[in-house]
Structures are given as structure tokens and as C-alpha cells.
């Protein structure tokens, strides 16, 4: 399966903040949209980061409350990861664990269109685990 196929049934949405974004702010829409990381978008509209609450966590322990004040910027991870439309789940799946990444966001010509969790992964390989097995029991209780 491709990743074009996994957006077509999650749809395209991705929550985005800026780089100026503070991480209180960021903390809000994490919490309200439901989400464990935000693509934190550039001026000129291109990737500058990817911010997490697993990078929130862990800057909060290292640098106390006064982190939830300062911009996005100061804790986001700048070298992320991307996959494409046409690129295999496996070949993501894979990518997420060497990198041990949970969030990759889909490039297609350059542009944000999408961002794929390691939850969709696990549950597009649940739903290919469900259909084998009823494909199997079905072949088995006809012949």
C-alpha cells in the first residue's frame, strides 16, 4: 500500500503552527486537536521544523516552566524526516523505527500534503492482518 492510499482514507489534514508559536500555545492546540506533534511552518510556507510533546516533555525536564514562554523554535527538531504520496507503508514503517520517529509529514512537490503517525501505520497493518485472515478462513471453509 502507498502512502497516497493512507492519506486518501485519513484525509490531508495536518495541524501547523509557526516558529514563533509559543509552546504553551502549542501545548493547547496539541489538546484540542487531538495530536502528538505539529509541522511548525516557515514564513515562505516550507518546512522548518516538527514539534512533538515527546520534545516538549523532555525540554520541560531540562529547562523547567519557563520553557512553556519561549517559541516553538527553541525545541522543535529542524531535520525531519519526509515521505512521499508514492512512497510504500513499509518503506515508511521502516523508516519510523530506524529513526524512531512517530510522525512523518508527506511531501508532494515540495508541499506539506499530509502526515502520516506511526497509529495510522498500526492500524493500516490491523486492517491487512483482518482481511488475510478472512480471506483465509473463507478459503478454508470452502474446500
Known sequence: MRIADLLRKKGTAV????????????????AEKNVGAMVVIAPDGSIAGIVS??????????????????????????????CGPEDSV????????????????VLEN???????????VVKNRMEELEKSQEQLEA???QG
Do not use: C, F, K
Open 53 to 82: 510533546e515527546r520534545d516538549v516533555v523532555r525540554r520541560l525536564n531540562d529547562h523547567g516552566p519557563a520553557l512553556l514562554d519561549g517559541p516553538v523554535s527553541e525545541i522543535m527538531t529542524t531535520l525531519v524526516a519526509s
Open 90 to 105: 513499509d518503506q515508511l514503517s521502516v523508516l519510523m523505527t530506524e529513526r524512531r520517529i512517530r510522525h512523518v509529514p
Open 15 to 30: 495541524a501547523t503552527v509557526t516558529p514563533e508559536t509559543t509552546v504553551s500555545t502549542l501545548l493547547a492546540g496539541l
Open 110 to 120: 515540495g508541499r506539506l500534503a499530509g502526515i502520516i503517525s506511526i497509529g495510522d
Open 139 to 141: 478459503y478454508i471453509s
